[in-house]
């Protein structure tokens, strides 16, 4: 009977080694995938700079009379910065489940979309659809740069998600 017991023992013992063990390990891949995200979100920055200057820009250029073919090269440019972002917030998305992220990645490529519809429709098209859209734009700018505050996107409120994503809404397309 002492045997069996000191079996027993032994066998629980084992099982809770291996239990702190695994709970260890289970806790640094999730930190280790954690700091992977950030370090993703943080190769966004220069482009999410770039994104939080999109309507005064291009109210200048519009303002100034710029040439349509300067136009739709910072269309395009700002074009691929936004999928670039949005993209980003797609894969934050799909490896932590945040809604918040979703939001962002929709409301972002939203925008990316829209300049790309804009591109589509040639010169013409293209200023006018800026120029309908500039006020839209504008709160874009403000966005980037409240986003711009936060180092960690885990820390991004979901109100300002929420903000983003409203205000592609009133994109006129």
Known sequence: MTGRKALVVFVIALLLVASVFSTYSWWQCRKEKREILVDVYIGSQLSILALGEIGDL????LQNNASKIVLL?????YRDKAYEVGHTFLILYLHSDEDKFWKLSVAIRNLADFLSTALNGGPEECVHKLGENLETLKKFDA???ELRKYEDPFDIPAGLAEEFFNTSEQLKW
């Open 58 to 61: 291009m109210e200048h250029q």
């Open 73 to 77: 090269i910072y269309t395009m440019d």
């Open 143 to 145: 966005l980037f740069k």
